[in-house]
Structures are given as C-alpha cells and as structure tokens.
C-alpha cells in the first residue's frame, strides 16, 4: 500500500483563510477579540451602565506597521499553549456562557496572515507575559505547524496583548498610507459604528492617537408614558436563547414639505433614518433602509425621504453566539434566520407605526412640533427599560412569551383634514416675492406661499 499525501499547503490555507475577509473586518476582528478579553475576565457578567470604563484598545496602522494593544486582561498562557494559536476554534463550548460574537477562533490568525508576513503577539495575564511569533519561514514551511511560545520580563504596563505586525504586504501598505488611500478614515467610521455601544458604556478605542467617537441611537421620547404623545414602540422577548429587544420611533421631528422634497444626500442633511441591528453589543447593520430590515417588505412601504425621521434599533443578546443572527463576518445579518425572522415580525409593526403618523401629518408638520418638545432623547435601549411595567402589553403567541409597548401618537382632528397644495416657479420670481412680502429675497417658499393663499383667501372671504 503506498502512502498518498493529502496534507495541505500553509500557502494554500493561508491563502483561502484570508481570500473572503476584508481588510477592515480583520482588524474590527482584532477589536472584537479586546471585547472578548473583558468578557472572559469578568466571566460575562457586567451589571453596571459603564462596564467597561478604563478598558481600552490602541491602533496604529501605517505603511511601515500595523500595531494593536489593549489593557483587556491578556490571554491566558495555557489557552495559548492549547488553543489560542490554532487555526480553528478546539473547543467548541469554549465562551459559550459568554455574550461574545466568536464562533470559529480564526479572527486573530486570519488578521496576521491578512496584513503581513511577520507578526508578534505578546500577552500577559496575571501579571505573566509570553511572545508567540510568526515568521516568513514558518510560512512557507509546510512541515511545521507549530510556534514558539518563550516567557519575557519585558511585560506590559497592564495585563492585555499587544499585536505588532511589519513585512505588510504592498497592498496593505497602500491601504494605511494617508496620502494613496481613505482607508483609515473609512475604518474609523466602522468602530465608532460598530462599537458605538461599547464606547457609550466606556471603552476607549485610539486610531493613530486619536479617540474614536460613537455614532449617536438616540430616540425620542417623553418620561410620561401615561399620556399620549410621541413615545416609540418597543417589543421584547427571549426565543431560542436570545434575548431580543425591539425599539422604533422618531430621532426628530418631522421633515417639513420642503426638506423632503430637498436632495436628502446633500453633505449638509445628516439623515440618521433606517434600522441598526445589534448582536451581544456589536452594530453589525446601521441604519439600513432596505428590504433587508423590513422597508418594501409586504405592507410595509419602501423607504422614502419623507420618513427620514424615522429610526429603530433591534438589539440580540446570546451567551451562544451560534445562536444569534450574525454572518460569519460578524458584519451583516443571516436572514433566513427564525430568531431575525420573528423579530422582523415587530420591526415592521413597528415601522408602520410612524410611516403611518408621518403619512397623517403631511402638510402640517409644523403642528405636530409641539408634541416634539414634549421629548427628549435617549439611547433606544435605555428608552426600552424605562418603559413602565403596567405599560407593557402580552402578545399572544405559542411559541414564545413576549410583550409590547404600543404608543398612543397624537392624530389630526377628523373635522379638520388638510390638503397640500404644491406647485412650481421659477426661482427669480419667488425672490420677487419675497423681497416684496417680507424685505427678504431669501424667505423661504412655503412663507411666501402661505402669506399668498392667506392673503387670496382674506380677500375672498371679504366678498
């Protein structure tokens, strides 16, 4: 019998490892793995508002060098002996009573592999720092699998891992080099993006020195939830061990007739509409607008710039990270999921909600601001926990216990119905007009349009 070698080619794994990642989702992997950090130190349980004050994560990326440290605990040197350095998870219960986004243990390796050909990963937990390195010669070497694992006494400040990676490949040069590529800024957008929750409970992240900025999820609503008013609607239920929170409504007052009707992708109209999902703490969609969210989805209206105020967050939380709706990206969402699919059930009675009192109150936004400065905003899944028990609604299902909170939103009166009434004119006429009404070239037209049919109509009803 003649023994056939079936073994695989580190260039070949390397290679395919690495083919189907982006750039920027191997170093938000590397991010997710500090979150990991913190998780595992405190064993999952972070009870407070802040948990993660004064943990922190620095990136630096130039043409020379990319570079990650952290004070997010280290990793243990027996898990780095074991399982750590392995190019696929050995475990697999290992965190799975934690609310962490790894499932396949090959985010760290894949980065490496990613950028460049040498790499050195120093860790220390406990107060025990070790380096584990990669090589150029280890590879291209097809026989061993195996790296070095050597204790230092040149240990970090605090206990975390520090990343260091040089050999970067060309392309990844280019990437970090300012003045060839919008790398950095892009990826500077995607952590204030995607960690936008936990920097808001107090994680640093510095790109380059400098401090990354959350993206705001605010939604509006008023402490009183007895009365009527602008309040969201909120859906709440656990389903195959995930915990699944649902929150829509409105980020700001109606868009009058004229924003609308405005290009809504001018620099200067920041349109913070759409649905942002979030698994165990990660954004991984925002703000989308699509038929991936539920908009143009059965009798659901597609979105449109006169529902540019509306916004949701869907937020799942799983100590089983197989559980949650997530790609294997850990950007994007597995929609034939039935944990995303039932949630989008809510999502869009949800939705239907607002488009609903939008589509009432067009024409006569203005009307309904009063109610707007009855509200304040809040982070949406704050706005879910303060939603008082006795508010809460059961929903009737078989296969899971759940509730909701359906706002009451004030409508216009039956009696009192209003038509819009729009038209075009050339641009020099309608400044006529308004240096004539109002000494000012510049008012806009729907003042000089209302002071118009005011005026006809005064004169009419004087017949």
């Known amino acids: 019998m003649t023994i056939v070698d079936a073994s695989p080619t580190k260039r070949f794994f390397v290679s395919m490892l690495t083919r189907d990642i982006a750039l920027i989702d191997a170093i938000l992997d590397l991010l997710d793995n500090c979150i990991d950090g913190i998780l595992r130190k405190h064993k999952g349980v972070l009870n407070n508002n802040r948990p993660y004050e004064g943990y922190w994560a620095k990136i630096i990326a130039t043409p020379e060098l990319f570079s990650i440290i952290d004070n997010c605990g280290g990793i243990p040197k027996d898990i780095a002996e074991k399982s750590a350095f392995r190019l696929g998870r050995v475990d697999g219960e290992l965190d799975s009573d934690l609310p962490t986004v790894g499932m396949y243990g090959i985010g760290m390796k894949r980065a490496l592999f990613k950028m460049g050909k040498r790499s050195v990963v120093r860790s220390q937990h406990n107060g025990e720092a070790y380096d584990v390195k990669i090589t150029p010669e280890w590879l291209s070497d097809d026989n061993s699998w195996q790296l070095q694992l050597?204790?230092?006494?040149?240990?970090?400040?605090?206990?975390?891992?520090?990343?260091?990676?040089?050999?970067?490949?060309?392309?990844?040069?280019?990437?970090?080099?300012?003045?060839?590529?919008?790398?950095?800024?892009?990826?500077?957008?995607?952590?204030?993006?995607?960690?936008?929750?936990?920097?808001?409970?107090?994680?640093?992240?510095?790109?380059?020195?400098?401090?990354?900025?959350?993206?705001?999820?605010?939604?509006?609503?008023?402490?009183?939830?007895?009365?009527?008013?602008?309040?969201?609607?909120?859906?709440?239920?656990?389903?195959?061990?995930?915990?699944?929170?649902?929150?829509?409504?409105?980020?700001?007052?109606?868009?009058?007739?004229?924003?609308?009707?405005?290009?809504?992708?001018?620099p200067r109209v920041e349109v913070k509409a759409g649905w942002t999902v979030v698994c165990n703490d990660r954004i991984v969609v925002y703000q989308d607008r699509s038929i991936v969210t539920g908009w143009g989805l059965g009798n659901v209206p597609h979105y449109h710039p006169q529902f540019r105020t509306?916004?949701?967050?869907?937020?799942?939380?799983?100590?089983?990270?197989?559980?949650?709706?997530?790609?294997?990206?850990?950007?994007?969402?597995?929609?034939?999921?039935?944990?995303?699919?039932?949630?989008?059930?809510?999502?869009?009675?949800?939705?239907?909600?607002?488009?609903?009192?939008?589509?009432?109150?067009?024409?006569?936004?203005?009307?309904?601001?009063?109610?707007?400065?009855?509200?304040?905003?809040?982070?949406?899944?704050?706005?879910?926990?303060?939603?008082?028990?006795?508010?809460?609604?059961?929903?009737?299902?078989?296969?899971?216990?759940?509730?909701?909170?359906?706002?009451?939103?004030?409508?216009?009166?039956?009696?009192?119905?209003?038509?819009?009434?729009?038209?075009?004119?050339?641009?020099?006429?309608?400044?006529?007009?308004?240096?004539?009404?109002?000494?000012?070239?510049?008012?806009?037209?729907?003042?000089?349009?209302?002071?118009?049919?005011?005026?006809?109509?005064?004169?009419?009803?004087?017949?």
């Not at 080099?177 to 995607?190: A, V």
């Not at 509006?220 to 389903?239: E, M, V």
């Not at 790609?327 to 995303?340: L, N």
């Not at 009192?357 to 982070?379: A, C, L, M, V």
Request: charged fraction near 25%; charge should be negative; aromatic fraction near 12%.
């Open 150 to 266: 050597q204790s230092t006494d040149d240990n970090l400040l605090q206990d975390g891992t520090y990343i260091i990676v040089t050999d970067l490949y060309e392309p990844i040069q280019v990437e970090f080099d300012l003045k060839q590529s919008d790398f950095l800024e892009d990826l500077e957008k995607e952590i204030a993006r995607l960690f936008a929750l936990i920097i808001k409970k107090g994680f640093t992240v510095y790109l380059n020195d400098m401090q990354v900025k959350p993206v705001s999820l605010d939604i509006l609503y008023s402490s009183d939830f007895t009365i009527s008013g602008i309040q969201p609607y909120a859906f709440r239920t656990i389903y195959s061990d995930v915990e699944i929170d649902v929150i829509v409504g409105f980020y700001r007052q109606l868009a009058t007739v004229e924003e609308v009707d405005q290009d809504t992708d001018l």
């Open 310 to 463: 509306i916004a949701g967050v869907v937020q799942f939380t799983s100590n089983n990270s197989n559980n949650l709706p997530l790609r294997t990206t850990k950007r994007g969402i597995e929609m034939q999921s039935p944990t995303y699919l039932l949630a989008l059930q809510y999502m869009q009675e949800g939705v239907k909600k607002f488009t609903y009192f939008t589509n009432k109150w067009k024409g006569r936004e203005q009307e309904t601001f009063i109610d707007f400065k009855q509200t304040e905003p809040q982070y949406a899944i704050q706005v879910v926990k303060a939603i008082p028990e006795e508010r809460w609604q059961k929903v009737k299902r078989s296969d899971v216990e759940a509730k909701r909170f359906i706002p009451e939103l004030p409508m216009p009166p039956k009696n009192d119905e209003k038509i819009r009434i729009s038209f075009f004119r050339l641009s020099k006429e309608v400044e006529i007009l308004g240096e004539f009404f109002f000494d000012d070239q510049n008012a806009s037209p729907s003042e000089i349009g209302n002071h118009c049919f005011n005026d006809a109509l005064a004169k009419a009803k004087a017949q």
